[in-house]
């Protein structure tokens, strides 16, 4: 078996790129996923500062506490600091904090909501002793009940309590009606944008996931794609150099001179079995229905077989249509020589307006496959056949022939043709 020399297509690819320049580079899955990455953890430190000036900032806001106040206020900001810091925050990252017990996790839902009603409880109580200016304690936990609430319907109940509260304190501590409302809106936004902010989130988190698996369906596809166009084309192909191999060692003593050209042949199918290999590696090799038929006739030939070639004189077909029908002629060809052991072969293509055919009809005792069996009882080519016959919505039928006597291969391809 020739060797397949890949650097070539490799060198293709990198004159391709240098010769677009660098506006044609874009960042590979991986480049984007560290890049997103990166975000995600700038993004996150970016958070938590803020929030943490947040929480502190009204300590040298004016007018300041007496002391009495601040001997609650400051370890009661510290505690809804490190809630928030620790808990809320790391229950939408990539890492959740692993130190907390079973019990305290939040992704547990009994922990979840208790781990809510602190952060409200501790902020209403911030509002309450501190006053106006710890009005920031109050959004912290809206933002915190859209951030950790499962669905709209659980967060709008907290939203509501902490918005009423926000009113309320705020009428208390001797805000104007407007202020108070201003407050209660305030608090409502909060929770509505780290709502958004978590959906979507999760939107991301998702999308990468599809986004990997749709990677693993591609590489599974590219990979069987090419597993079956290389059984086809080898299997076709080292068949007629079997063949022509055998005859040339027949004839060797008998007619060399014929003997020199079946081995002339040989070297050609070669040739060209290479190029195949090389094209389908590359994924742009389609087979031309003209040539298979060519190549058939060639090589049921070479085995000592009848065949006839019904077709019509000039085929002119879509190129789906056209490849599918030459991977039906290659395949039938290989399968009559393989197994039928057949005197007469053949090979009918037919195109109406409606539908494009190929039939390959032998007169031996081939397999009687009708595609429902199990592949490996009749190897692996009919079995590639159906699958390319279903991904372009076509119908095969494999079975006995006419009059059950030999094997007889139909695909069948719908569509809008111009008959001959």
């Known amino acids: ?29 991986g480049e984007l996923d560290r890049q997103s990455a990166v975000w995600s953890r700038n993004r996150r430190v970016l958070i938590r500062l803020l929030f943490a000036i947040f929480l502190v900032s009204p300590f040298v806001a004016r007018p300041h506490p007496d002391a009495a ?8 900001t510290a505690l809804l600091l490190v809630v928030v810091e620790w808990i809320a925050i790391p229950l939408r990252d990539a890492f959740p904090p692993r130190r907390l ?44 009940v859209g951030l950790l609430a499962p669905s709209a319907r659980e967060a709008a109940p907290g939203t509501a309590l902490c918005a009423a509260a926000g009113f309320g304190l705020a009428l208390y501590h001797g805000a104007t009606y407007e202020s108070s409302l201003i407050i209660a809106l305030g608090v409502t936004l909060a929770s ?3 709502f958004t902010a978590a959906r979507r989130s999760e939107l991301v988190v998702r999308l990468r996931e599809t986004r990997a698996e749709l990677a693993r369906m591609a590489v599974a596809e590219e990979r069987l794609r090419i597993a079956r166009d290389l059984h086809d084309l080898l299997g076709h192909s ?32 070669a040739r060209r079995s290479l190029g195949e290999v090389r094209a389908a590696v590359s994924g742009y090799r389609q087979p031309s229905l003209t040539a298979e038929l060519a190549a058939a006739r060639e090589m049921l030939s070479a085995a000592g077989m009848e065949c006839r070639v019904q077709a019509p004189a000039s085929i002119e077909l879509p190129q789906d249509a056209d490849a599918l029908l030459g991977w039906t002629v290659r ?74 006597k030999g094997f007889r291969l139909l695909v069948r391809v719908p569509g809008r043709f111009s008959s001959p």
């Not at 106040?69 to 009661?76: G, Q, S, V």
């Not at 992704?107 to 309450?128: C, D, E, P, Q, T």
């Open 1 to 29: 078996m020739p060797v397949i020399d890949q650097s070539s297509g490799a060198d293709a690819v990198g004159a391709a790129r240098a010769a677009a320049g660098p506006w044609s580079r874009s960042p590979g899955t």
């Open 69 to 76: 106040r601040i001997a609650f206020l400051a370890p009661a």
């Open 101 to 144: 017990p079973a019990w305290a996790h939040p992704s547990r839902g009994y922990a979840l909501w208790g781990w809510l009603g602190l952060i409200v409880a501790v902020s209403v109580a911030i509002f309450a002793v501190g006053g106006l200016n710890w009005v920031n304690a109050l959004v912290a936990s809206g933002a915190c």
């Open 192 to 194: 509505f944008f780290a």
């Open 238 to 269: 080292l068949s007629l150099i079997t063949l022509k191999a055998e005859l040339a060692g027949r004839l060797i003593d008998a007619d060399p001179a014929r003997a020199g050209r079946e081995i002339a042949d040989l070297e050609g199918v």
């Open 331 to 404: 395949e039938g060809a290989t399968n009559v020589v393989r197994h039928s052991g057949a005197r007469t072969v053949m090979i009918t293509i037919t195109v109406t307006p409606d539908e494009a055919s190929a039939e390959i009809a032998d007169d031996g005792v081939g397999p009687a496959w009708t595609g429902g069996d199990e592949p490996g009882a009749h190897g692996s080519g009919l079995v590639g056949l159906t699958e390319r016959a279903r991904g372009a919505g076509a119908q095969l039928s494999a079975g006995e022939g006419r009059g059950g």
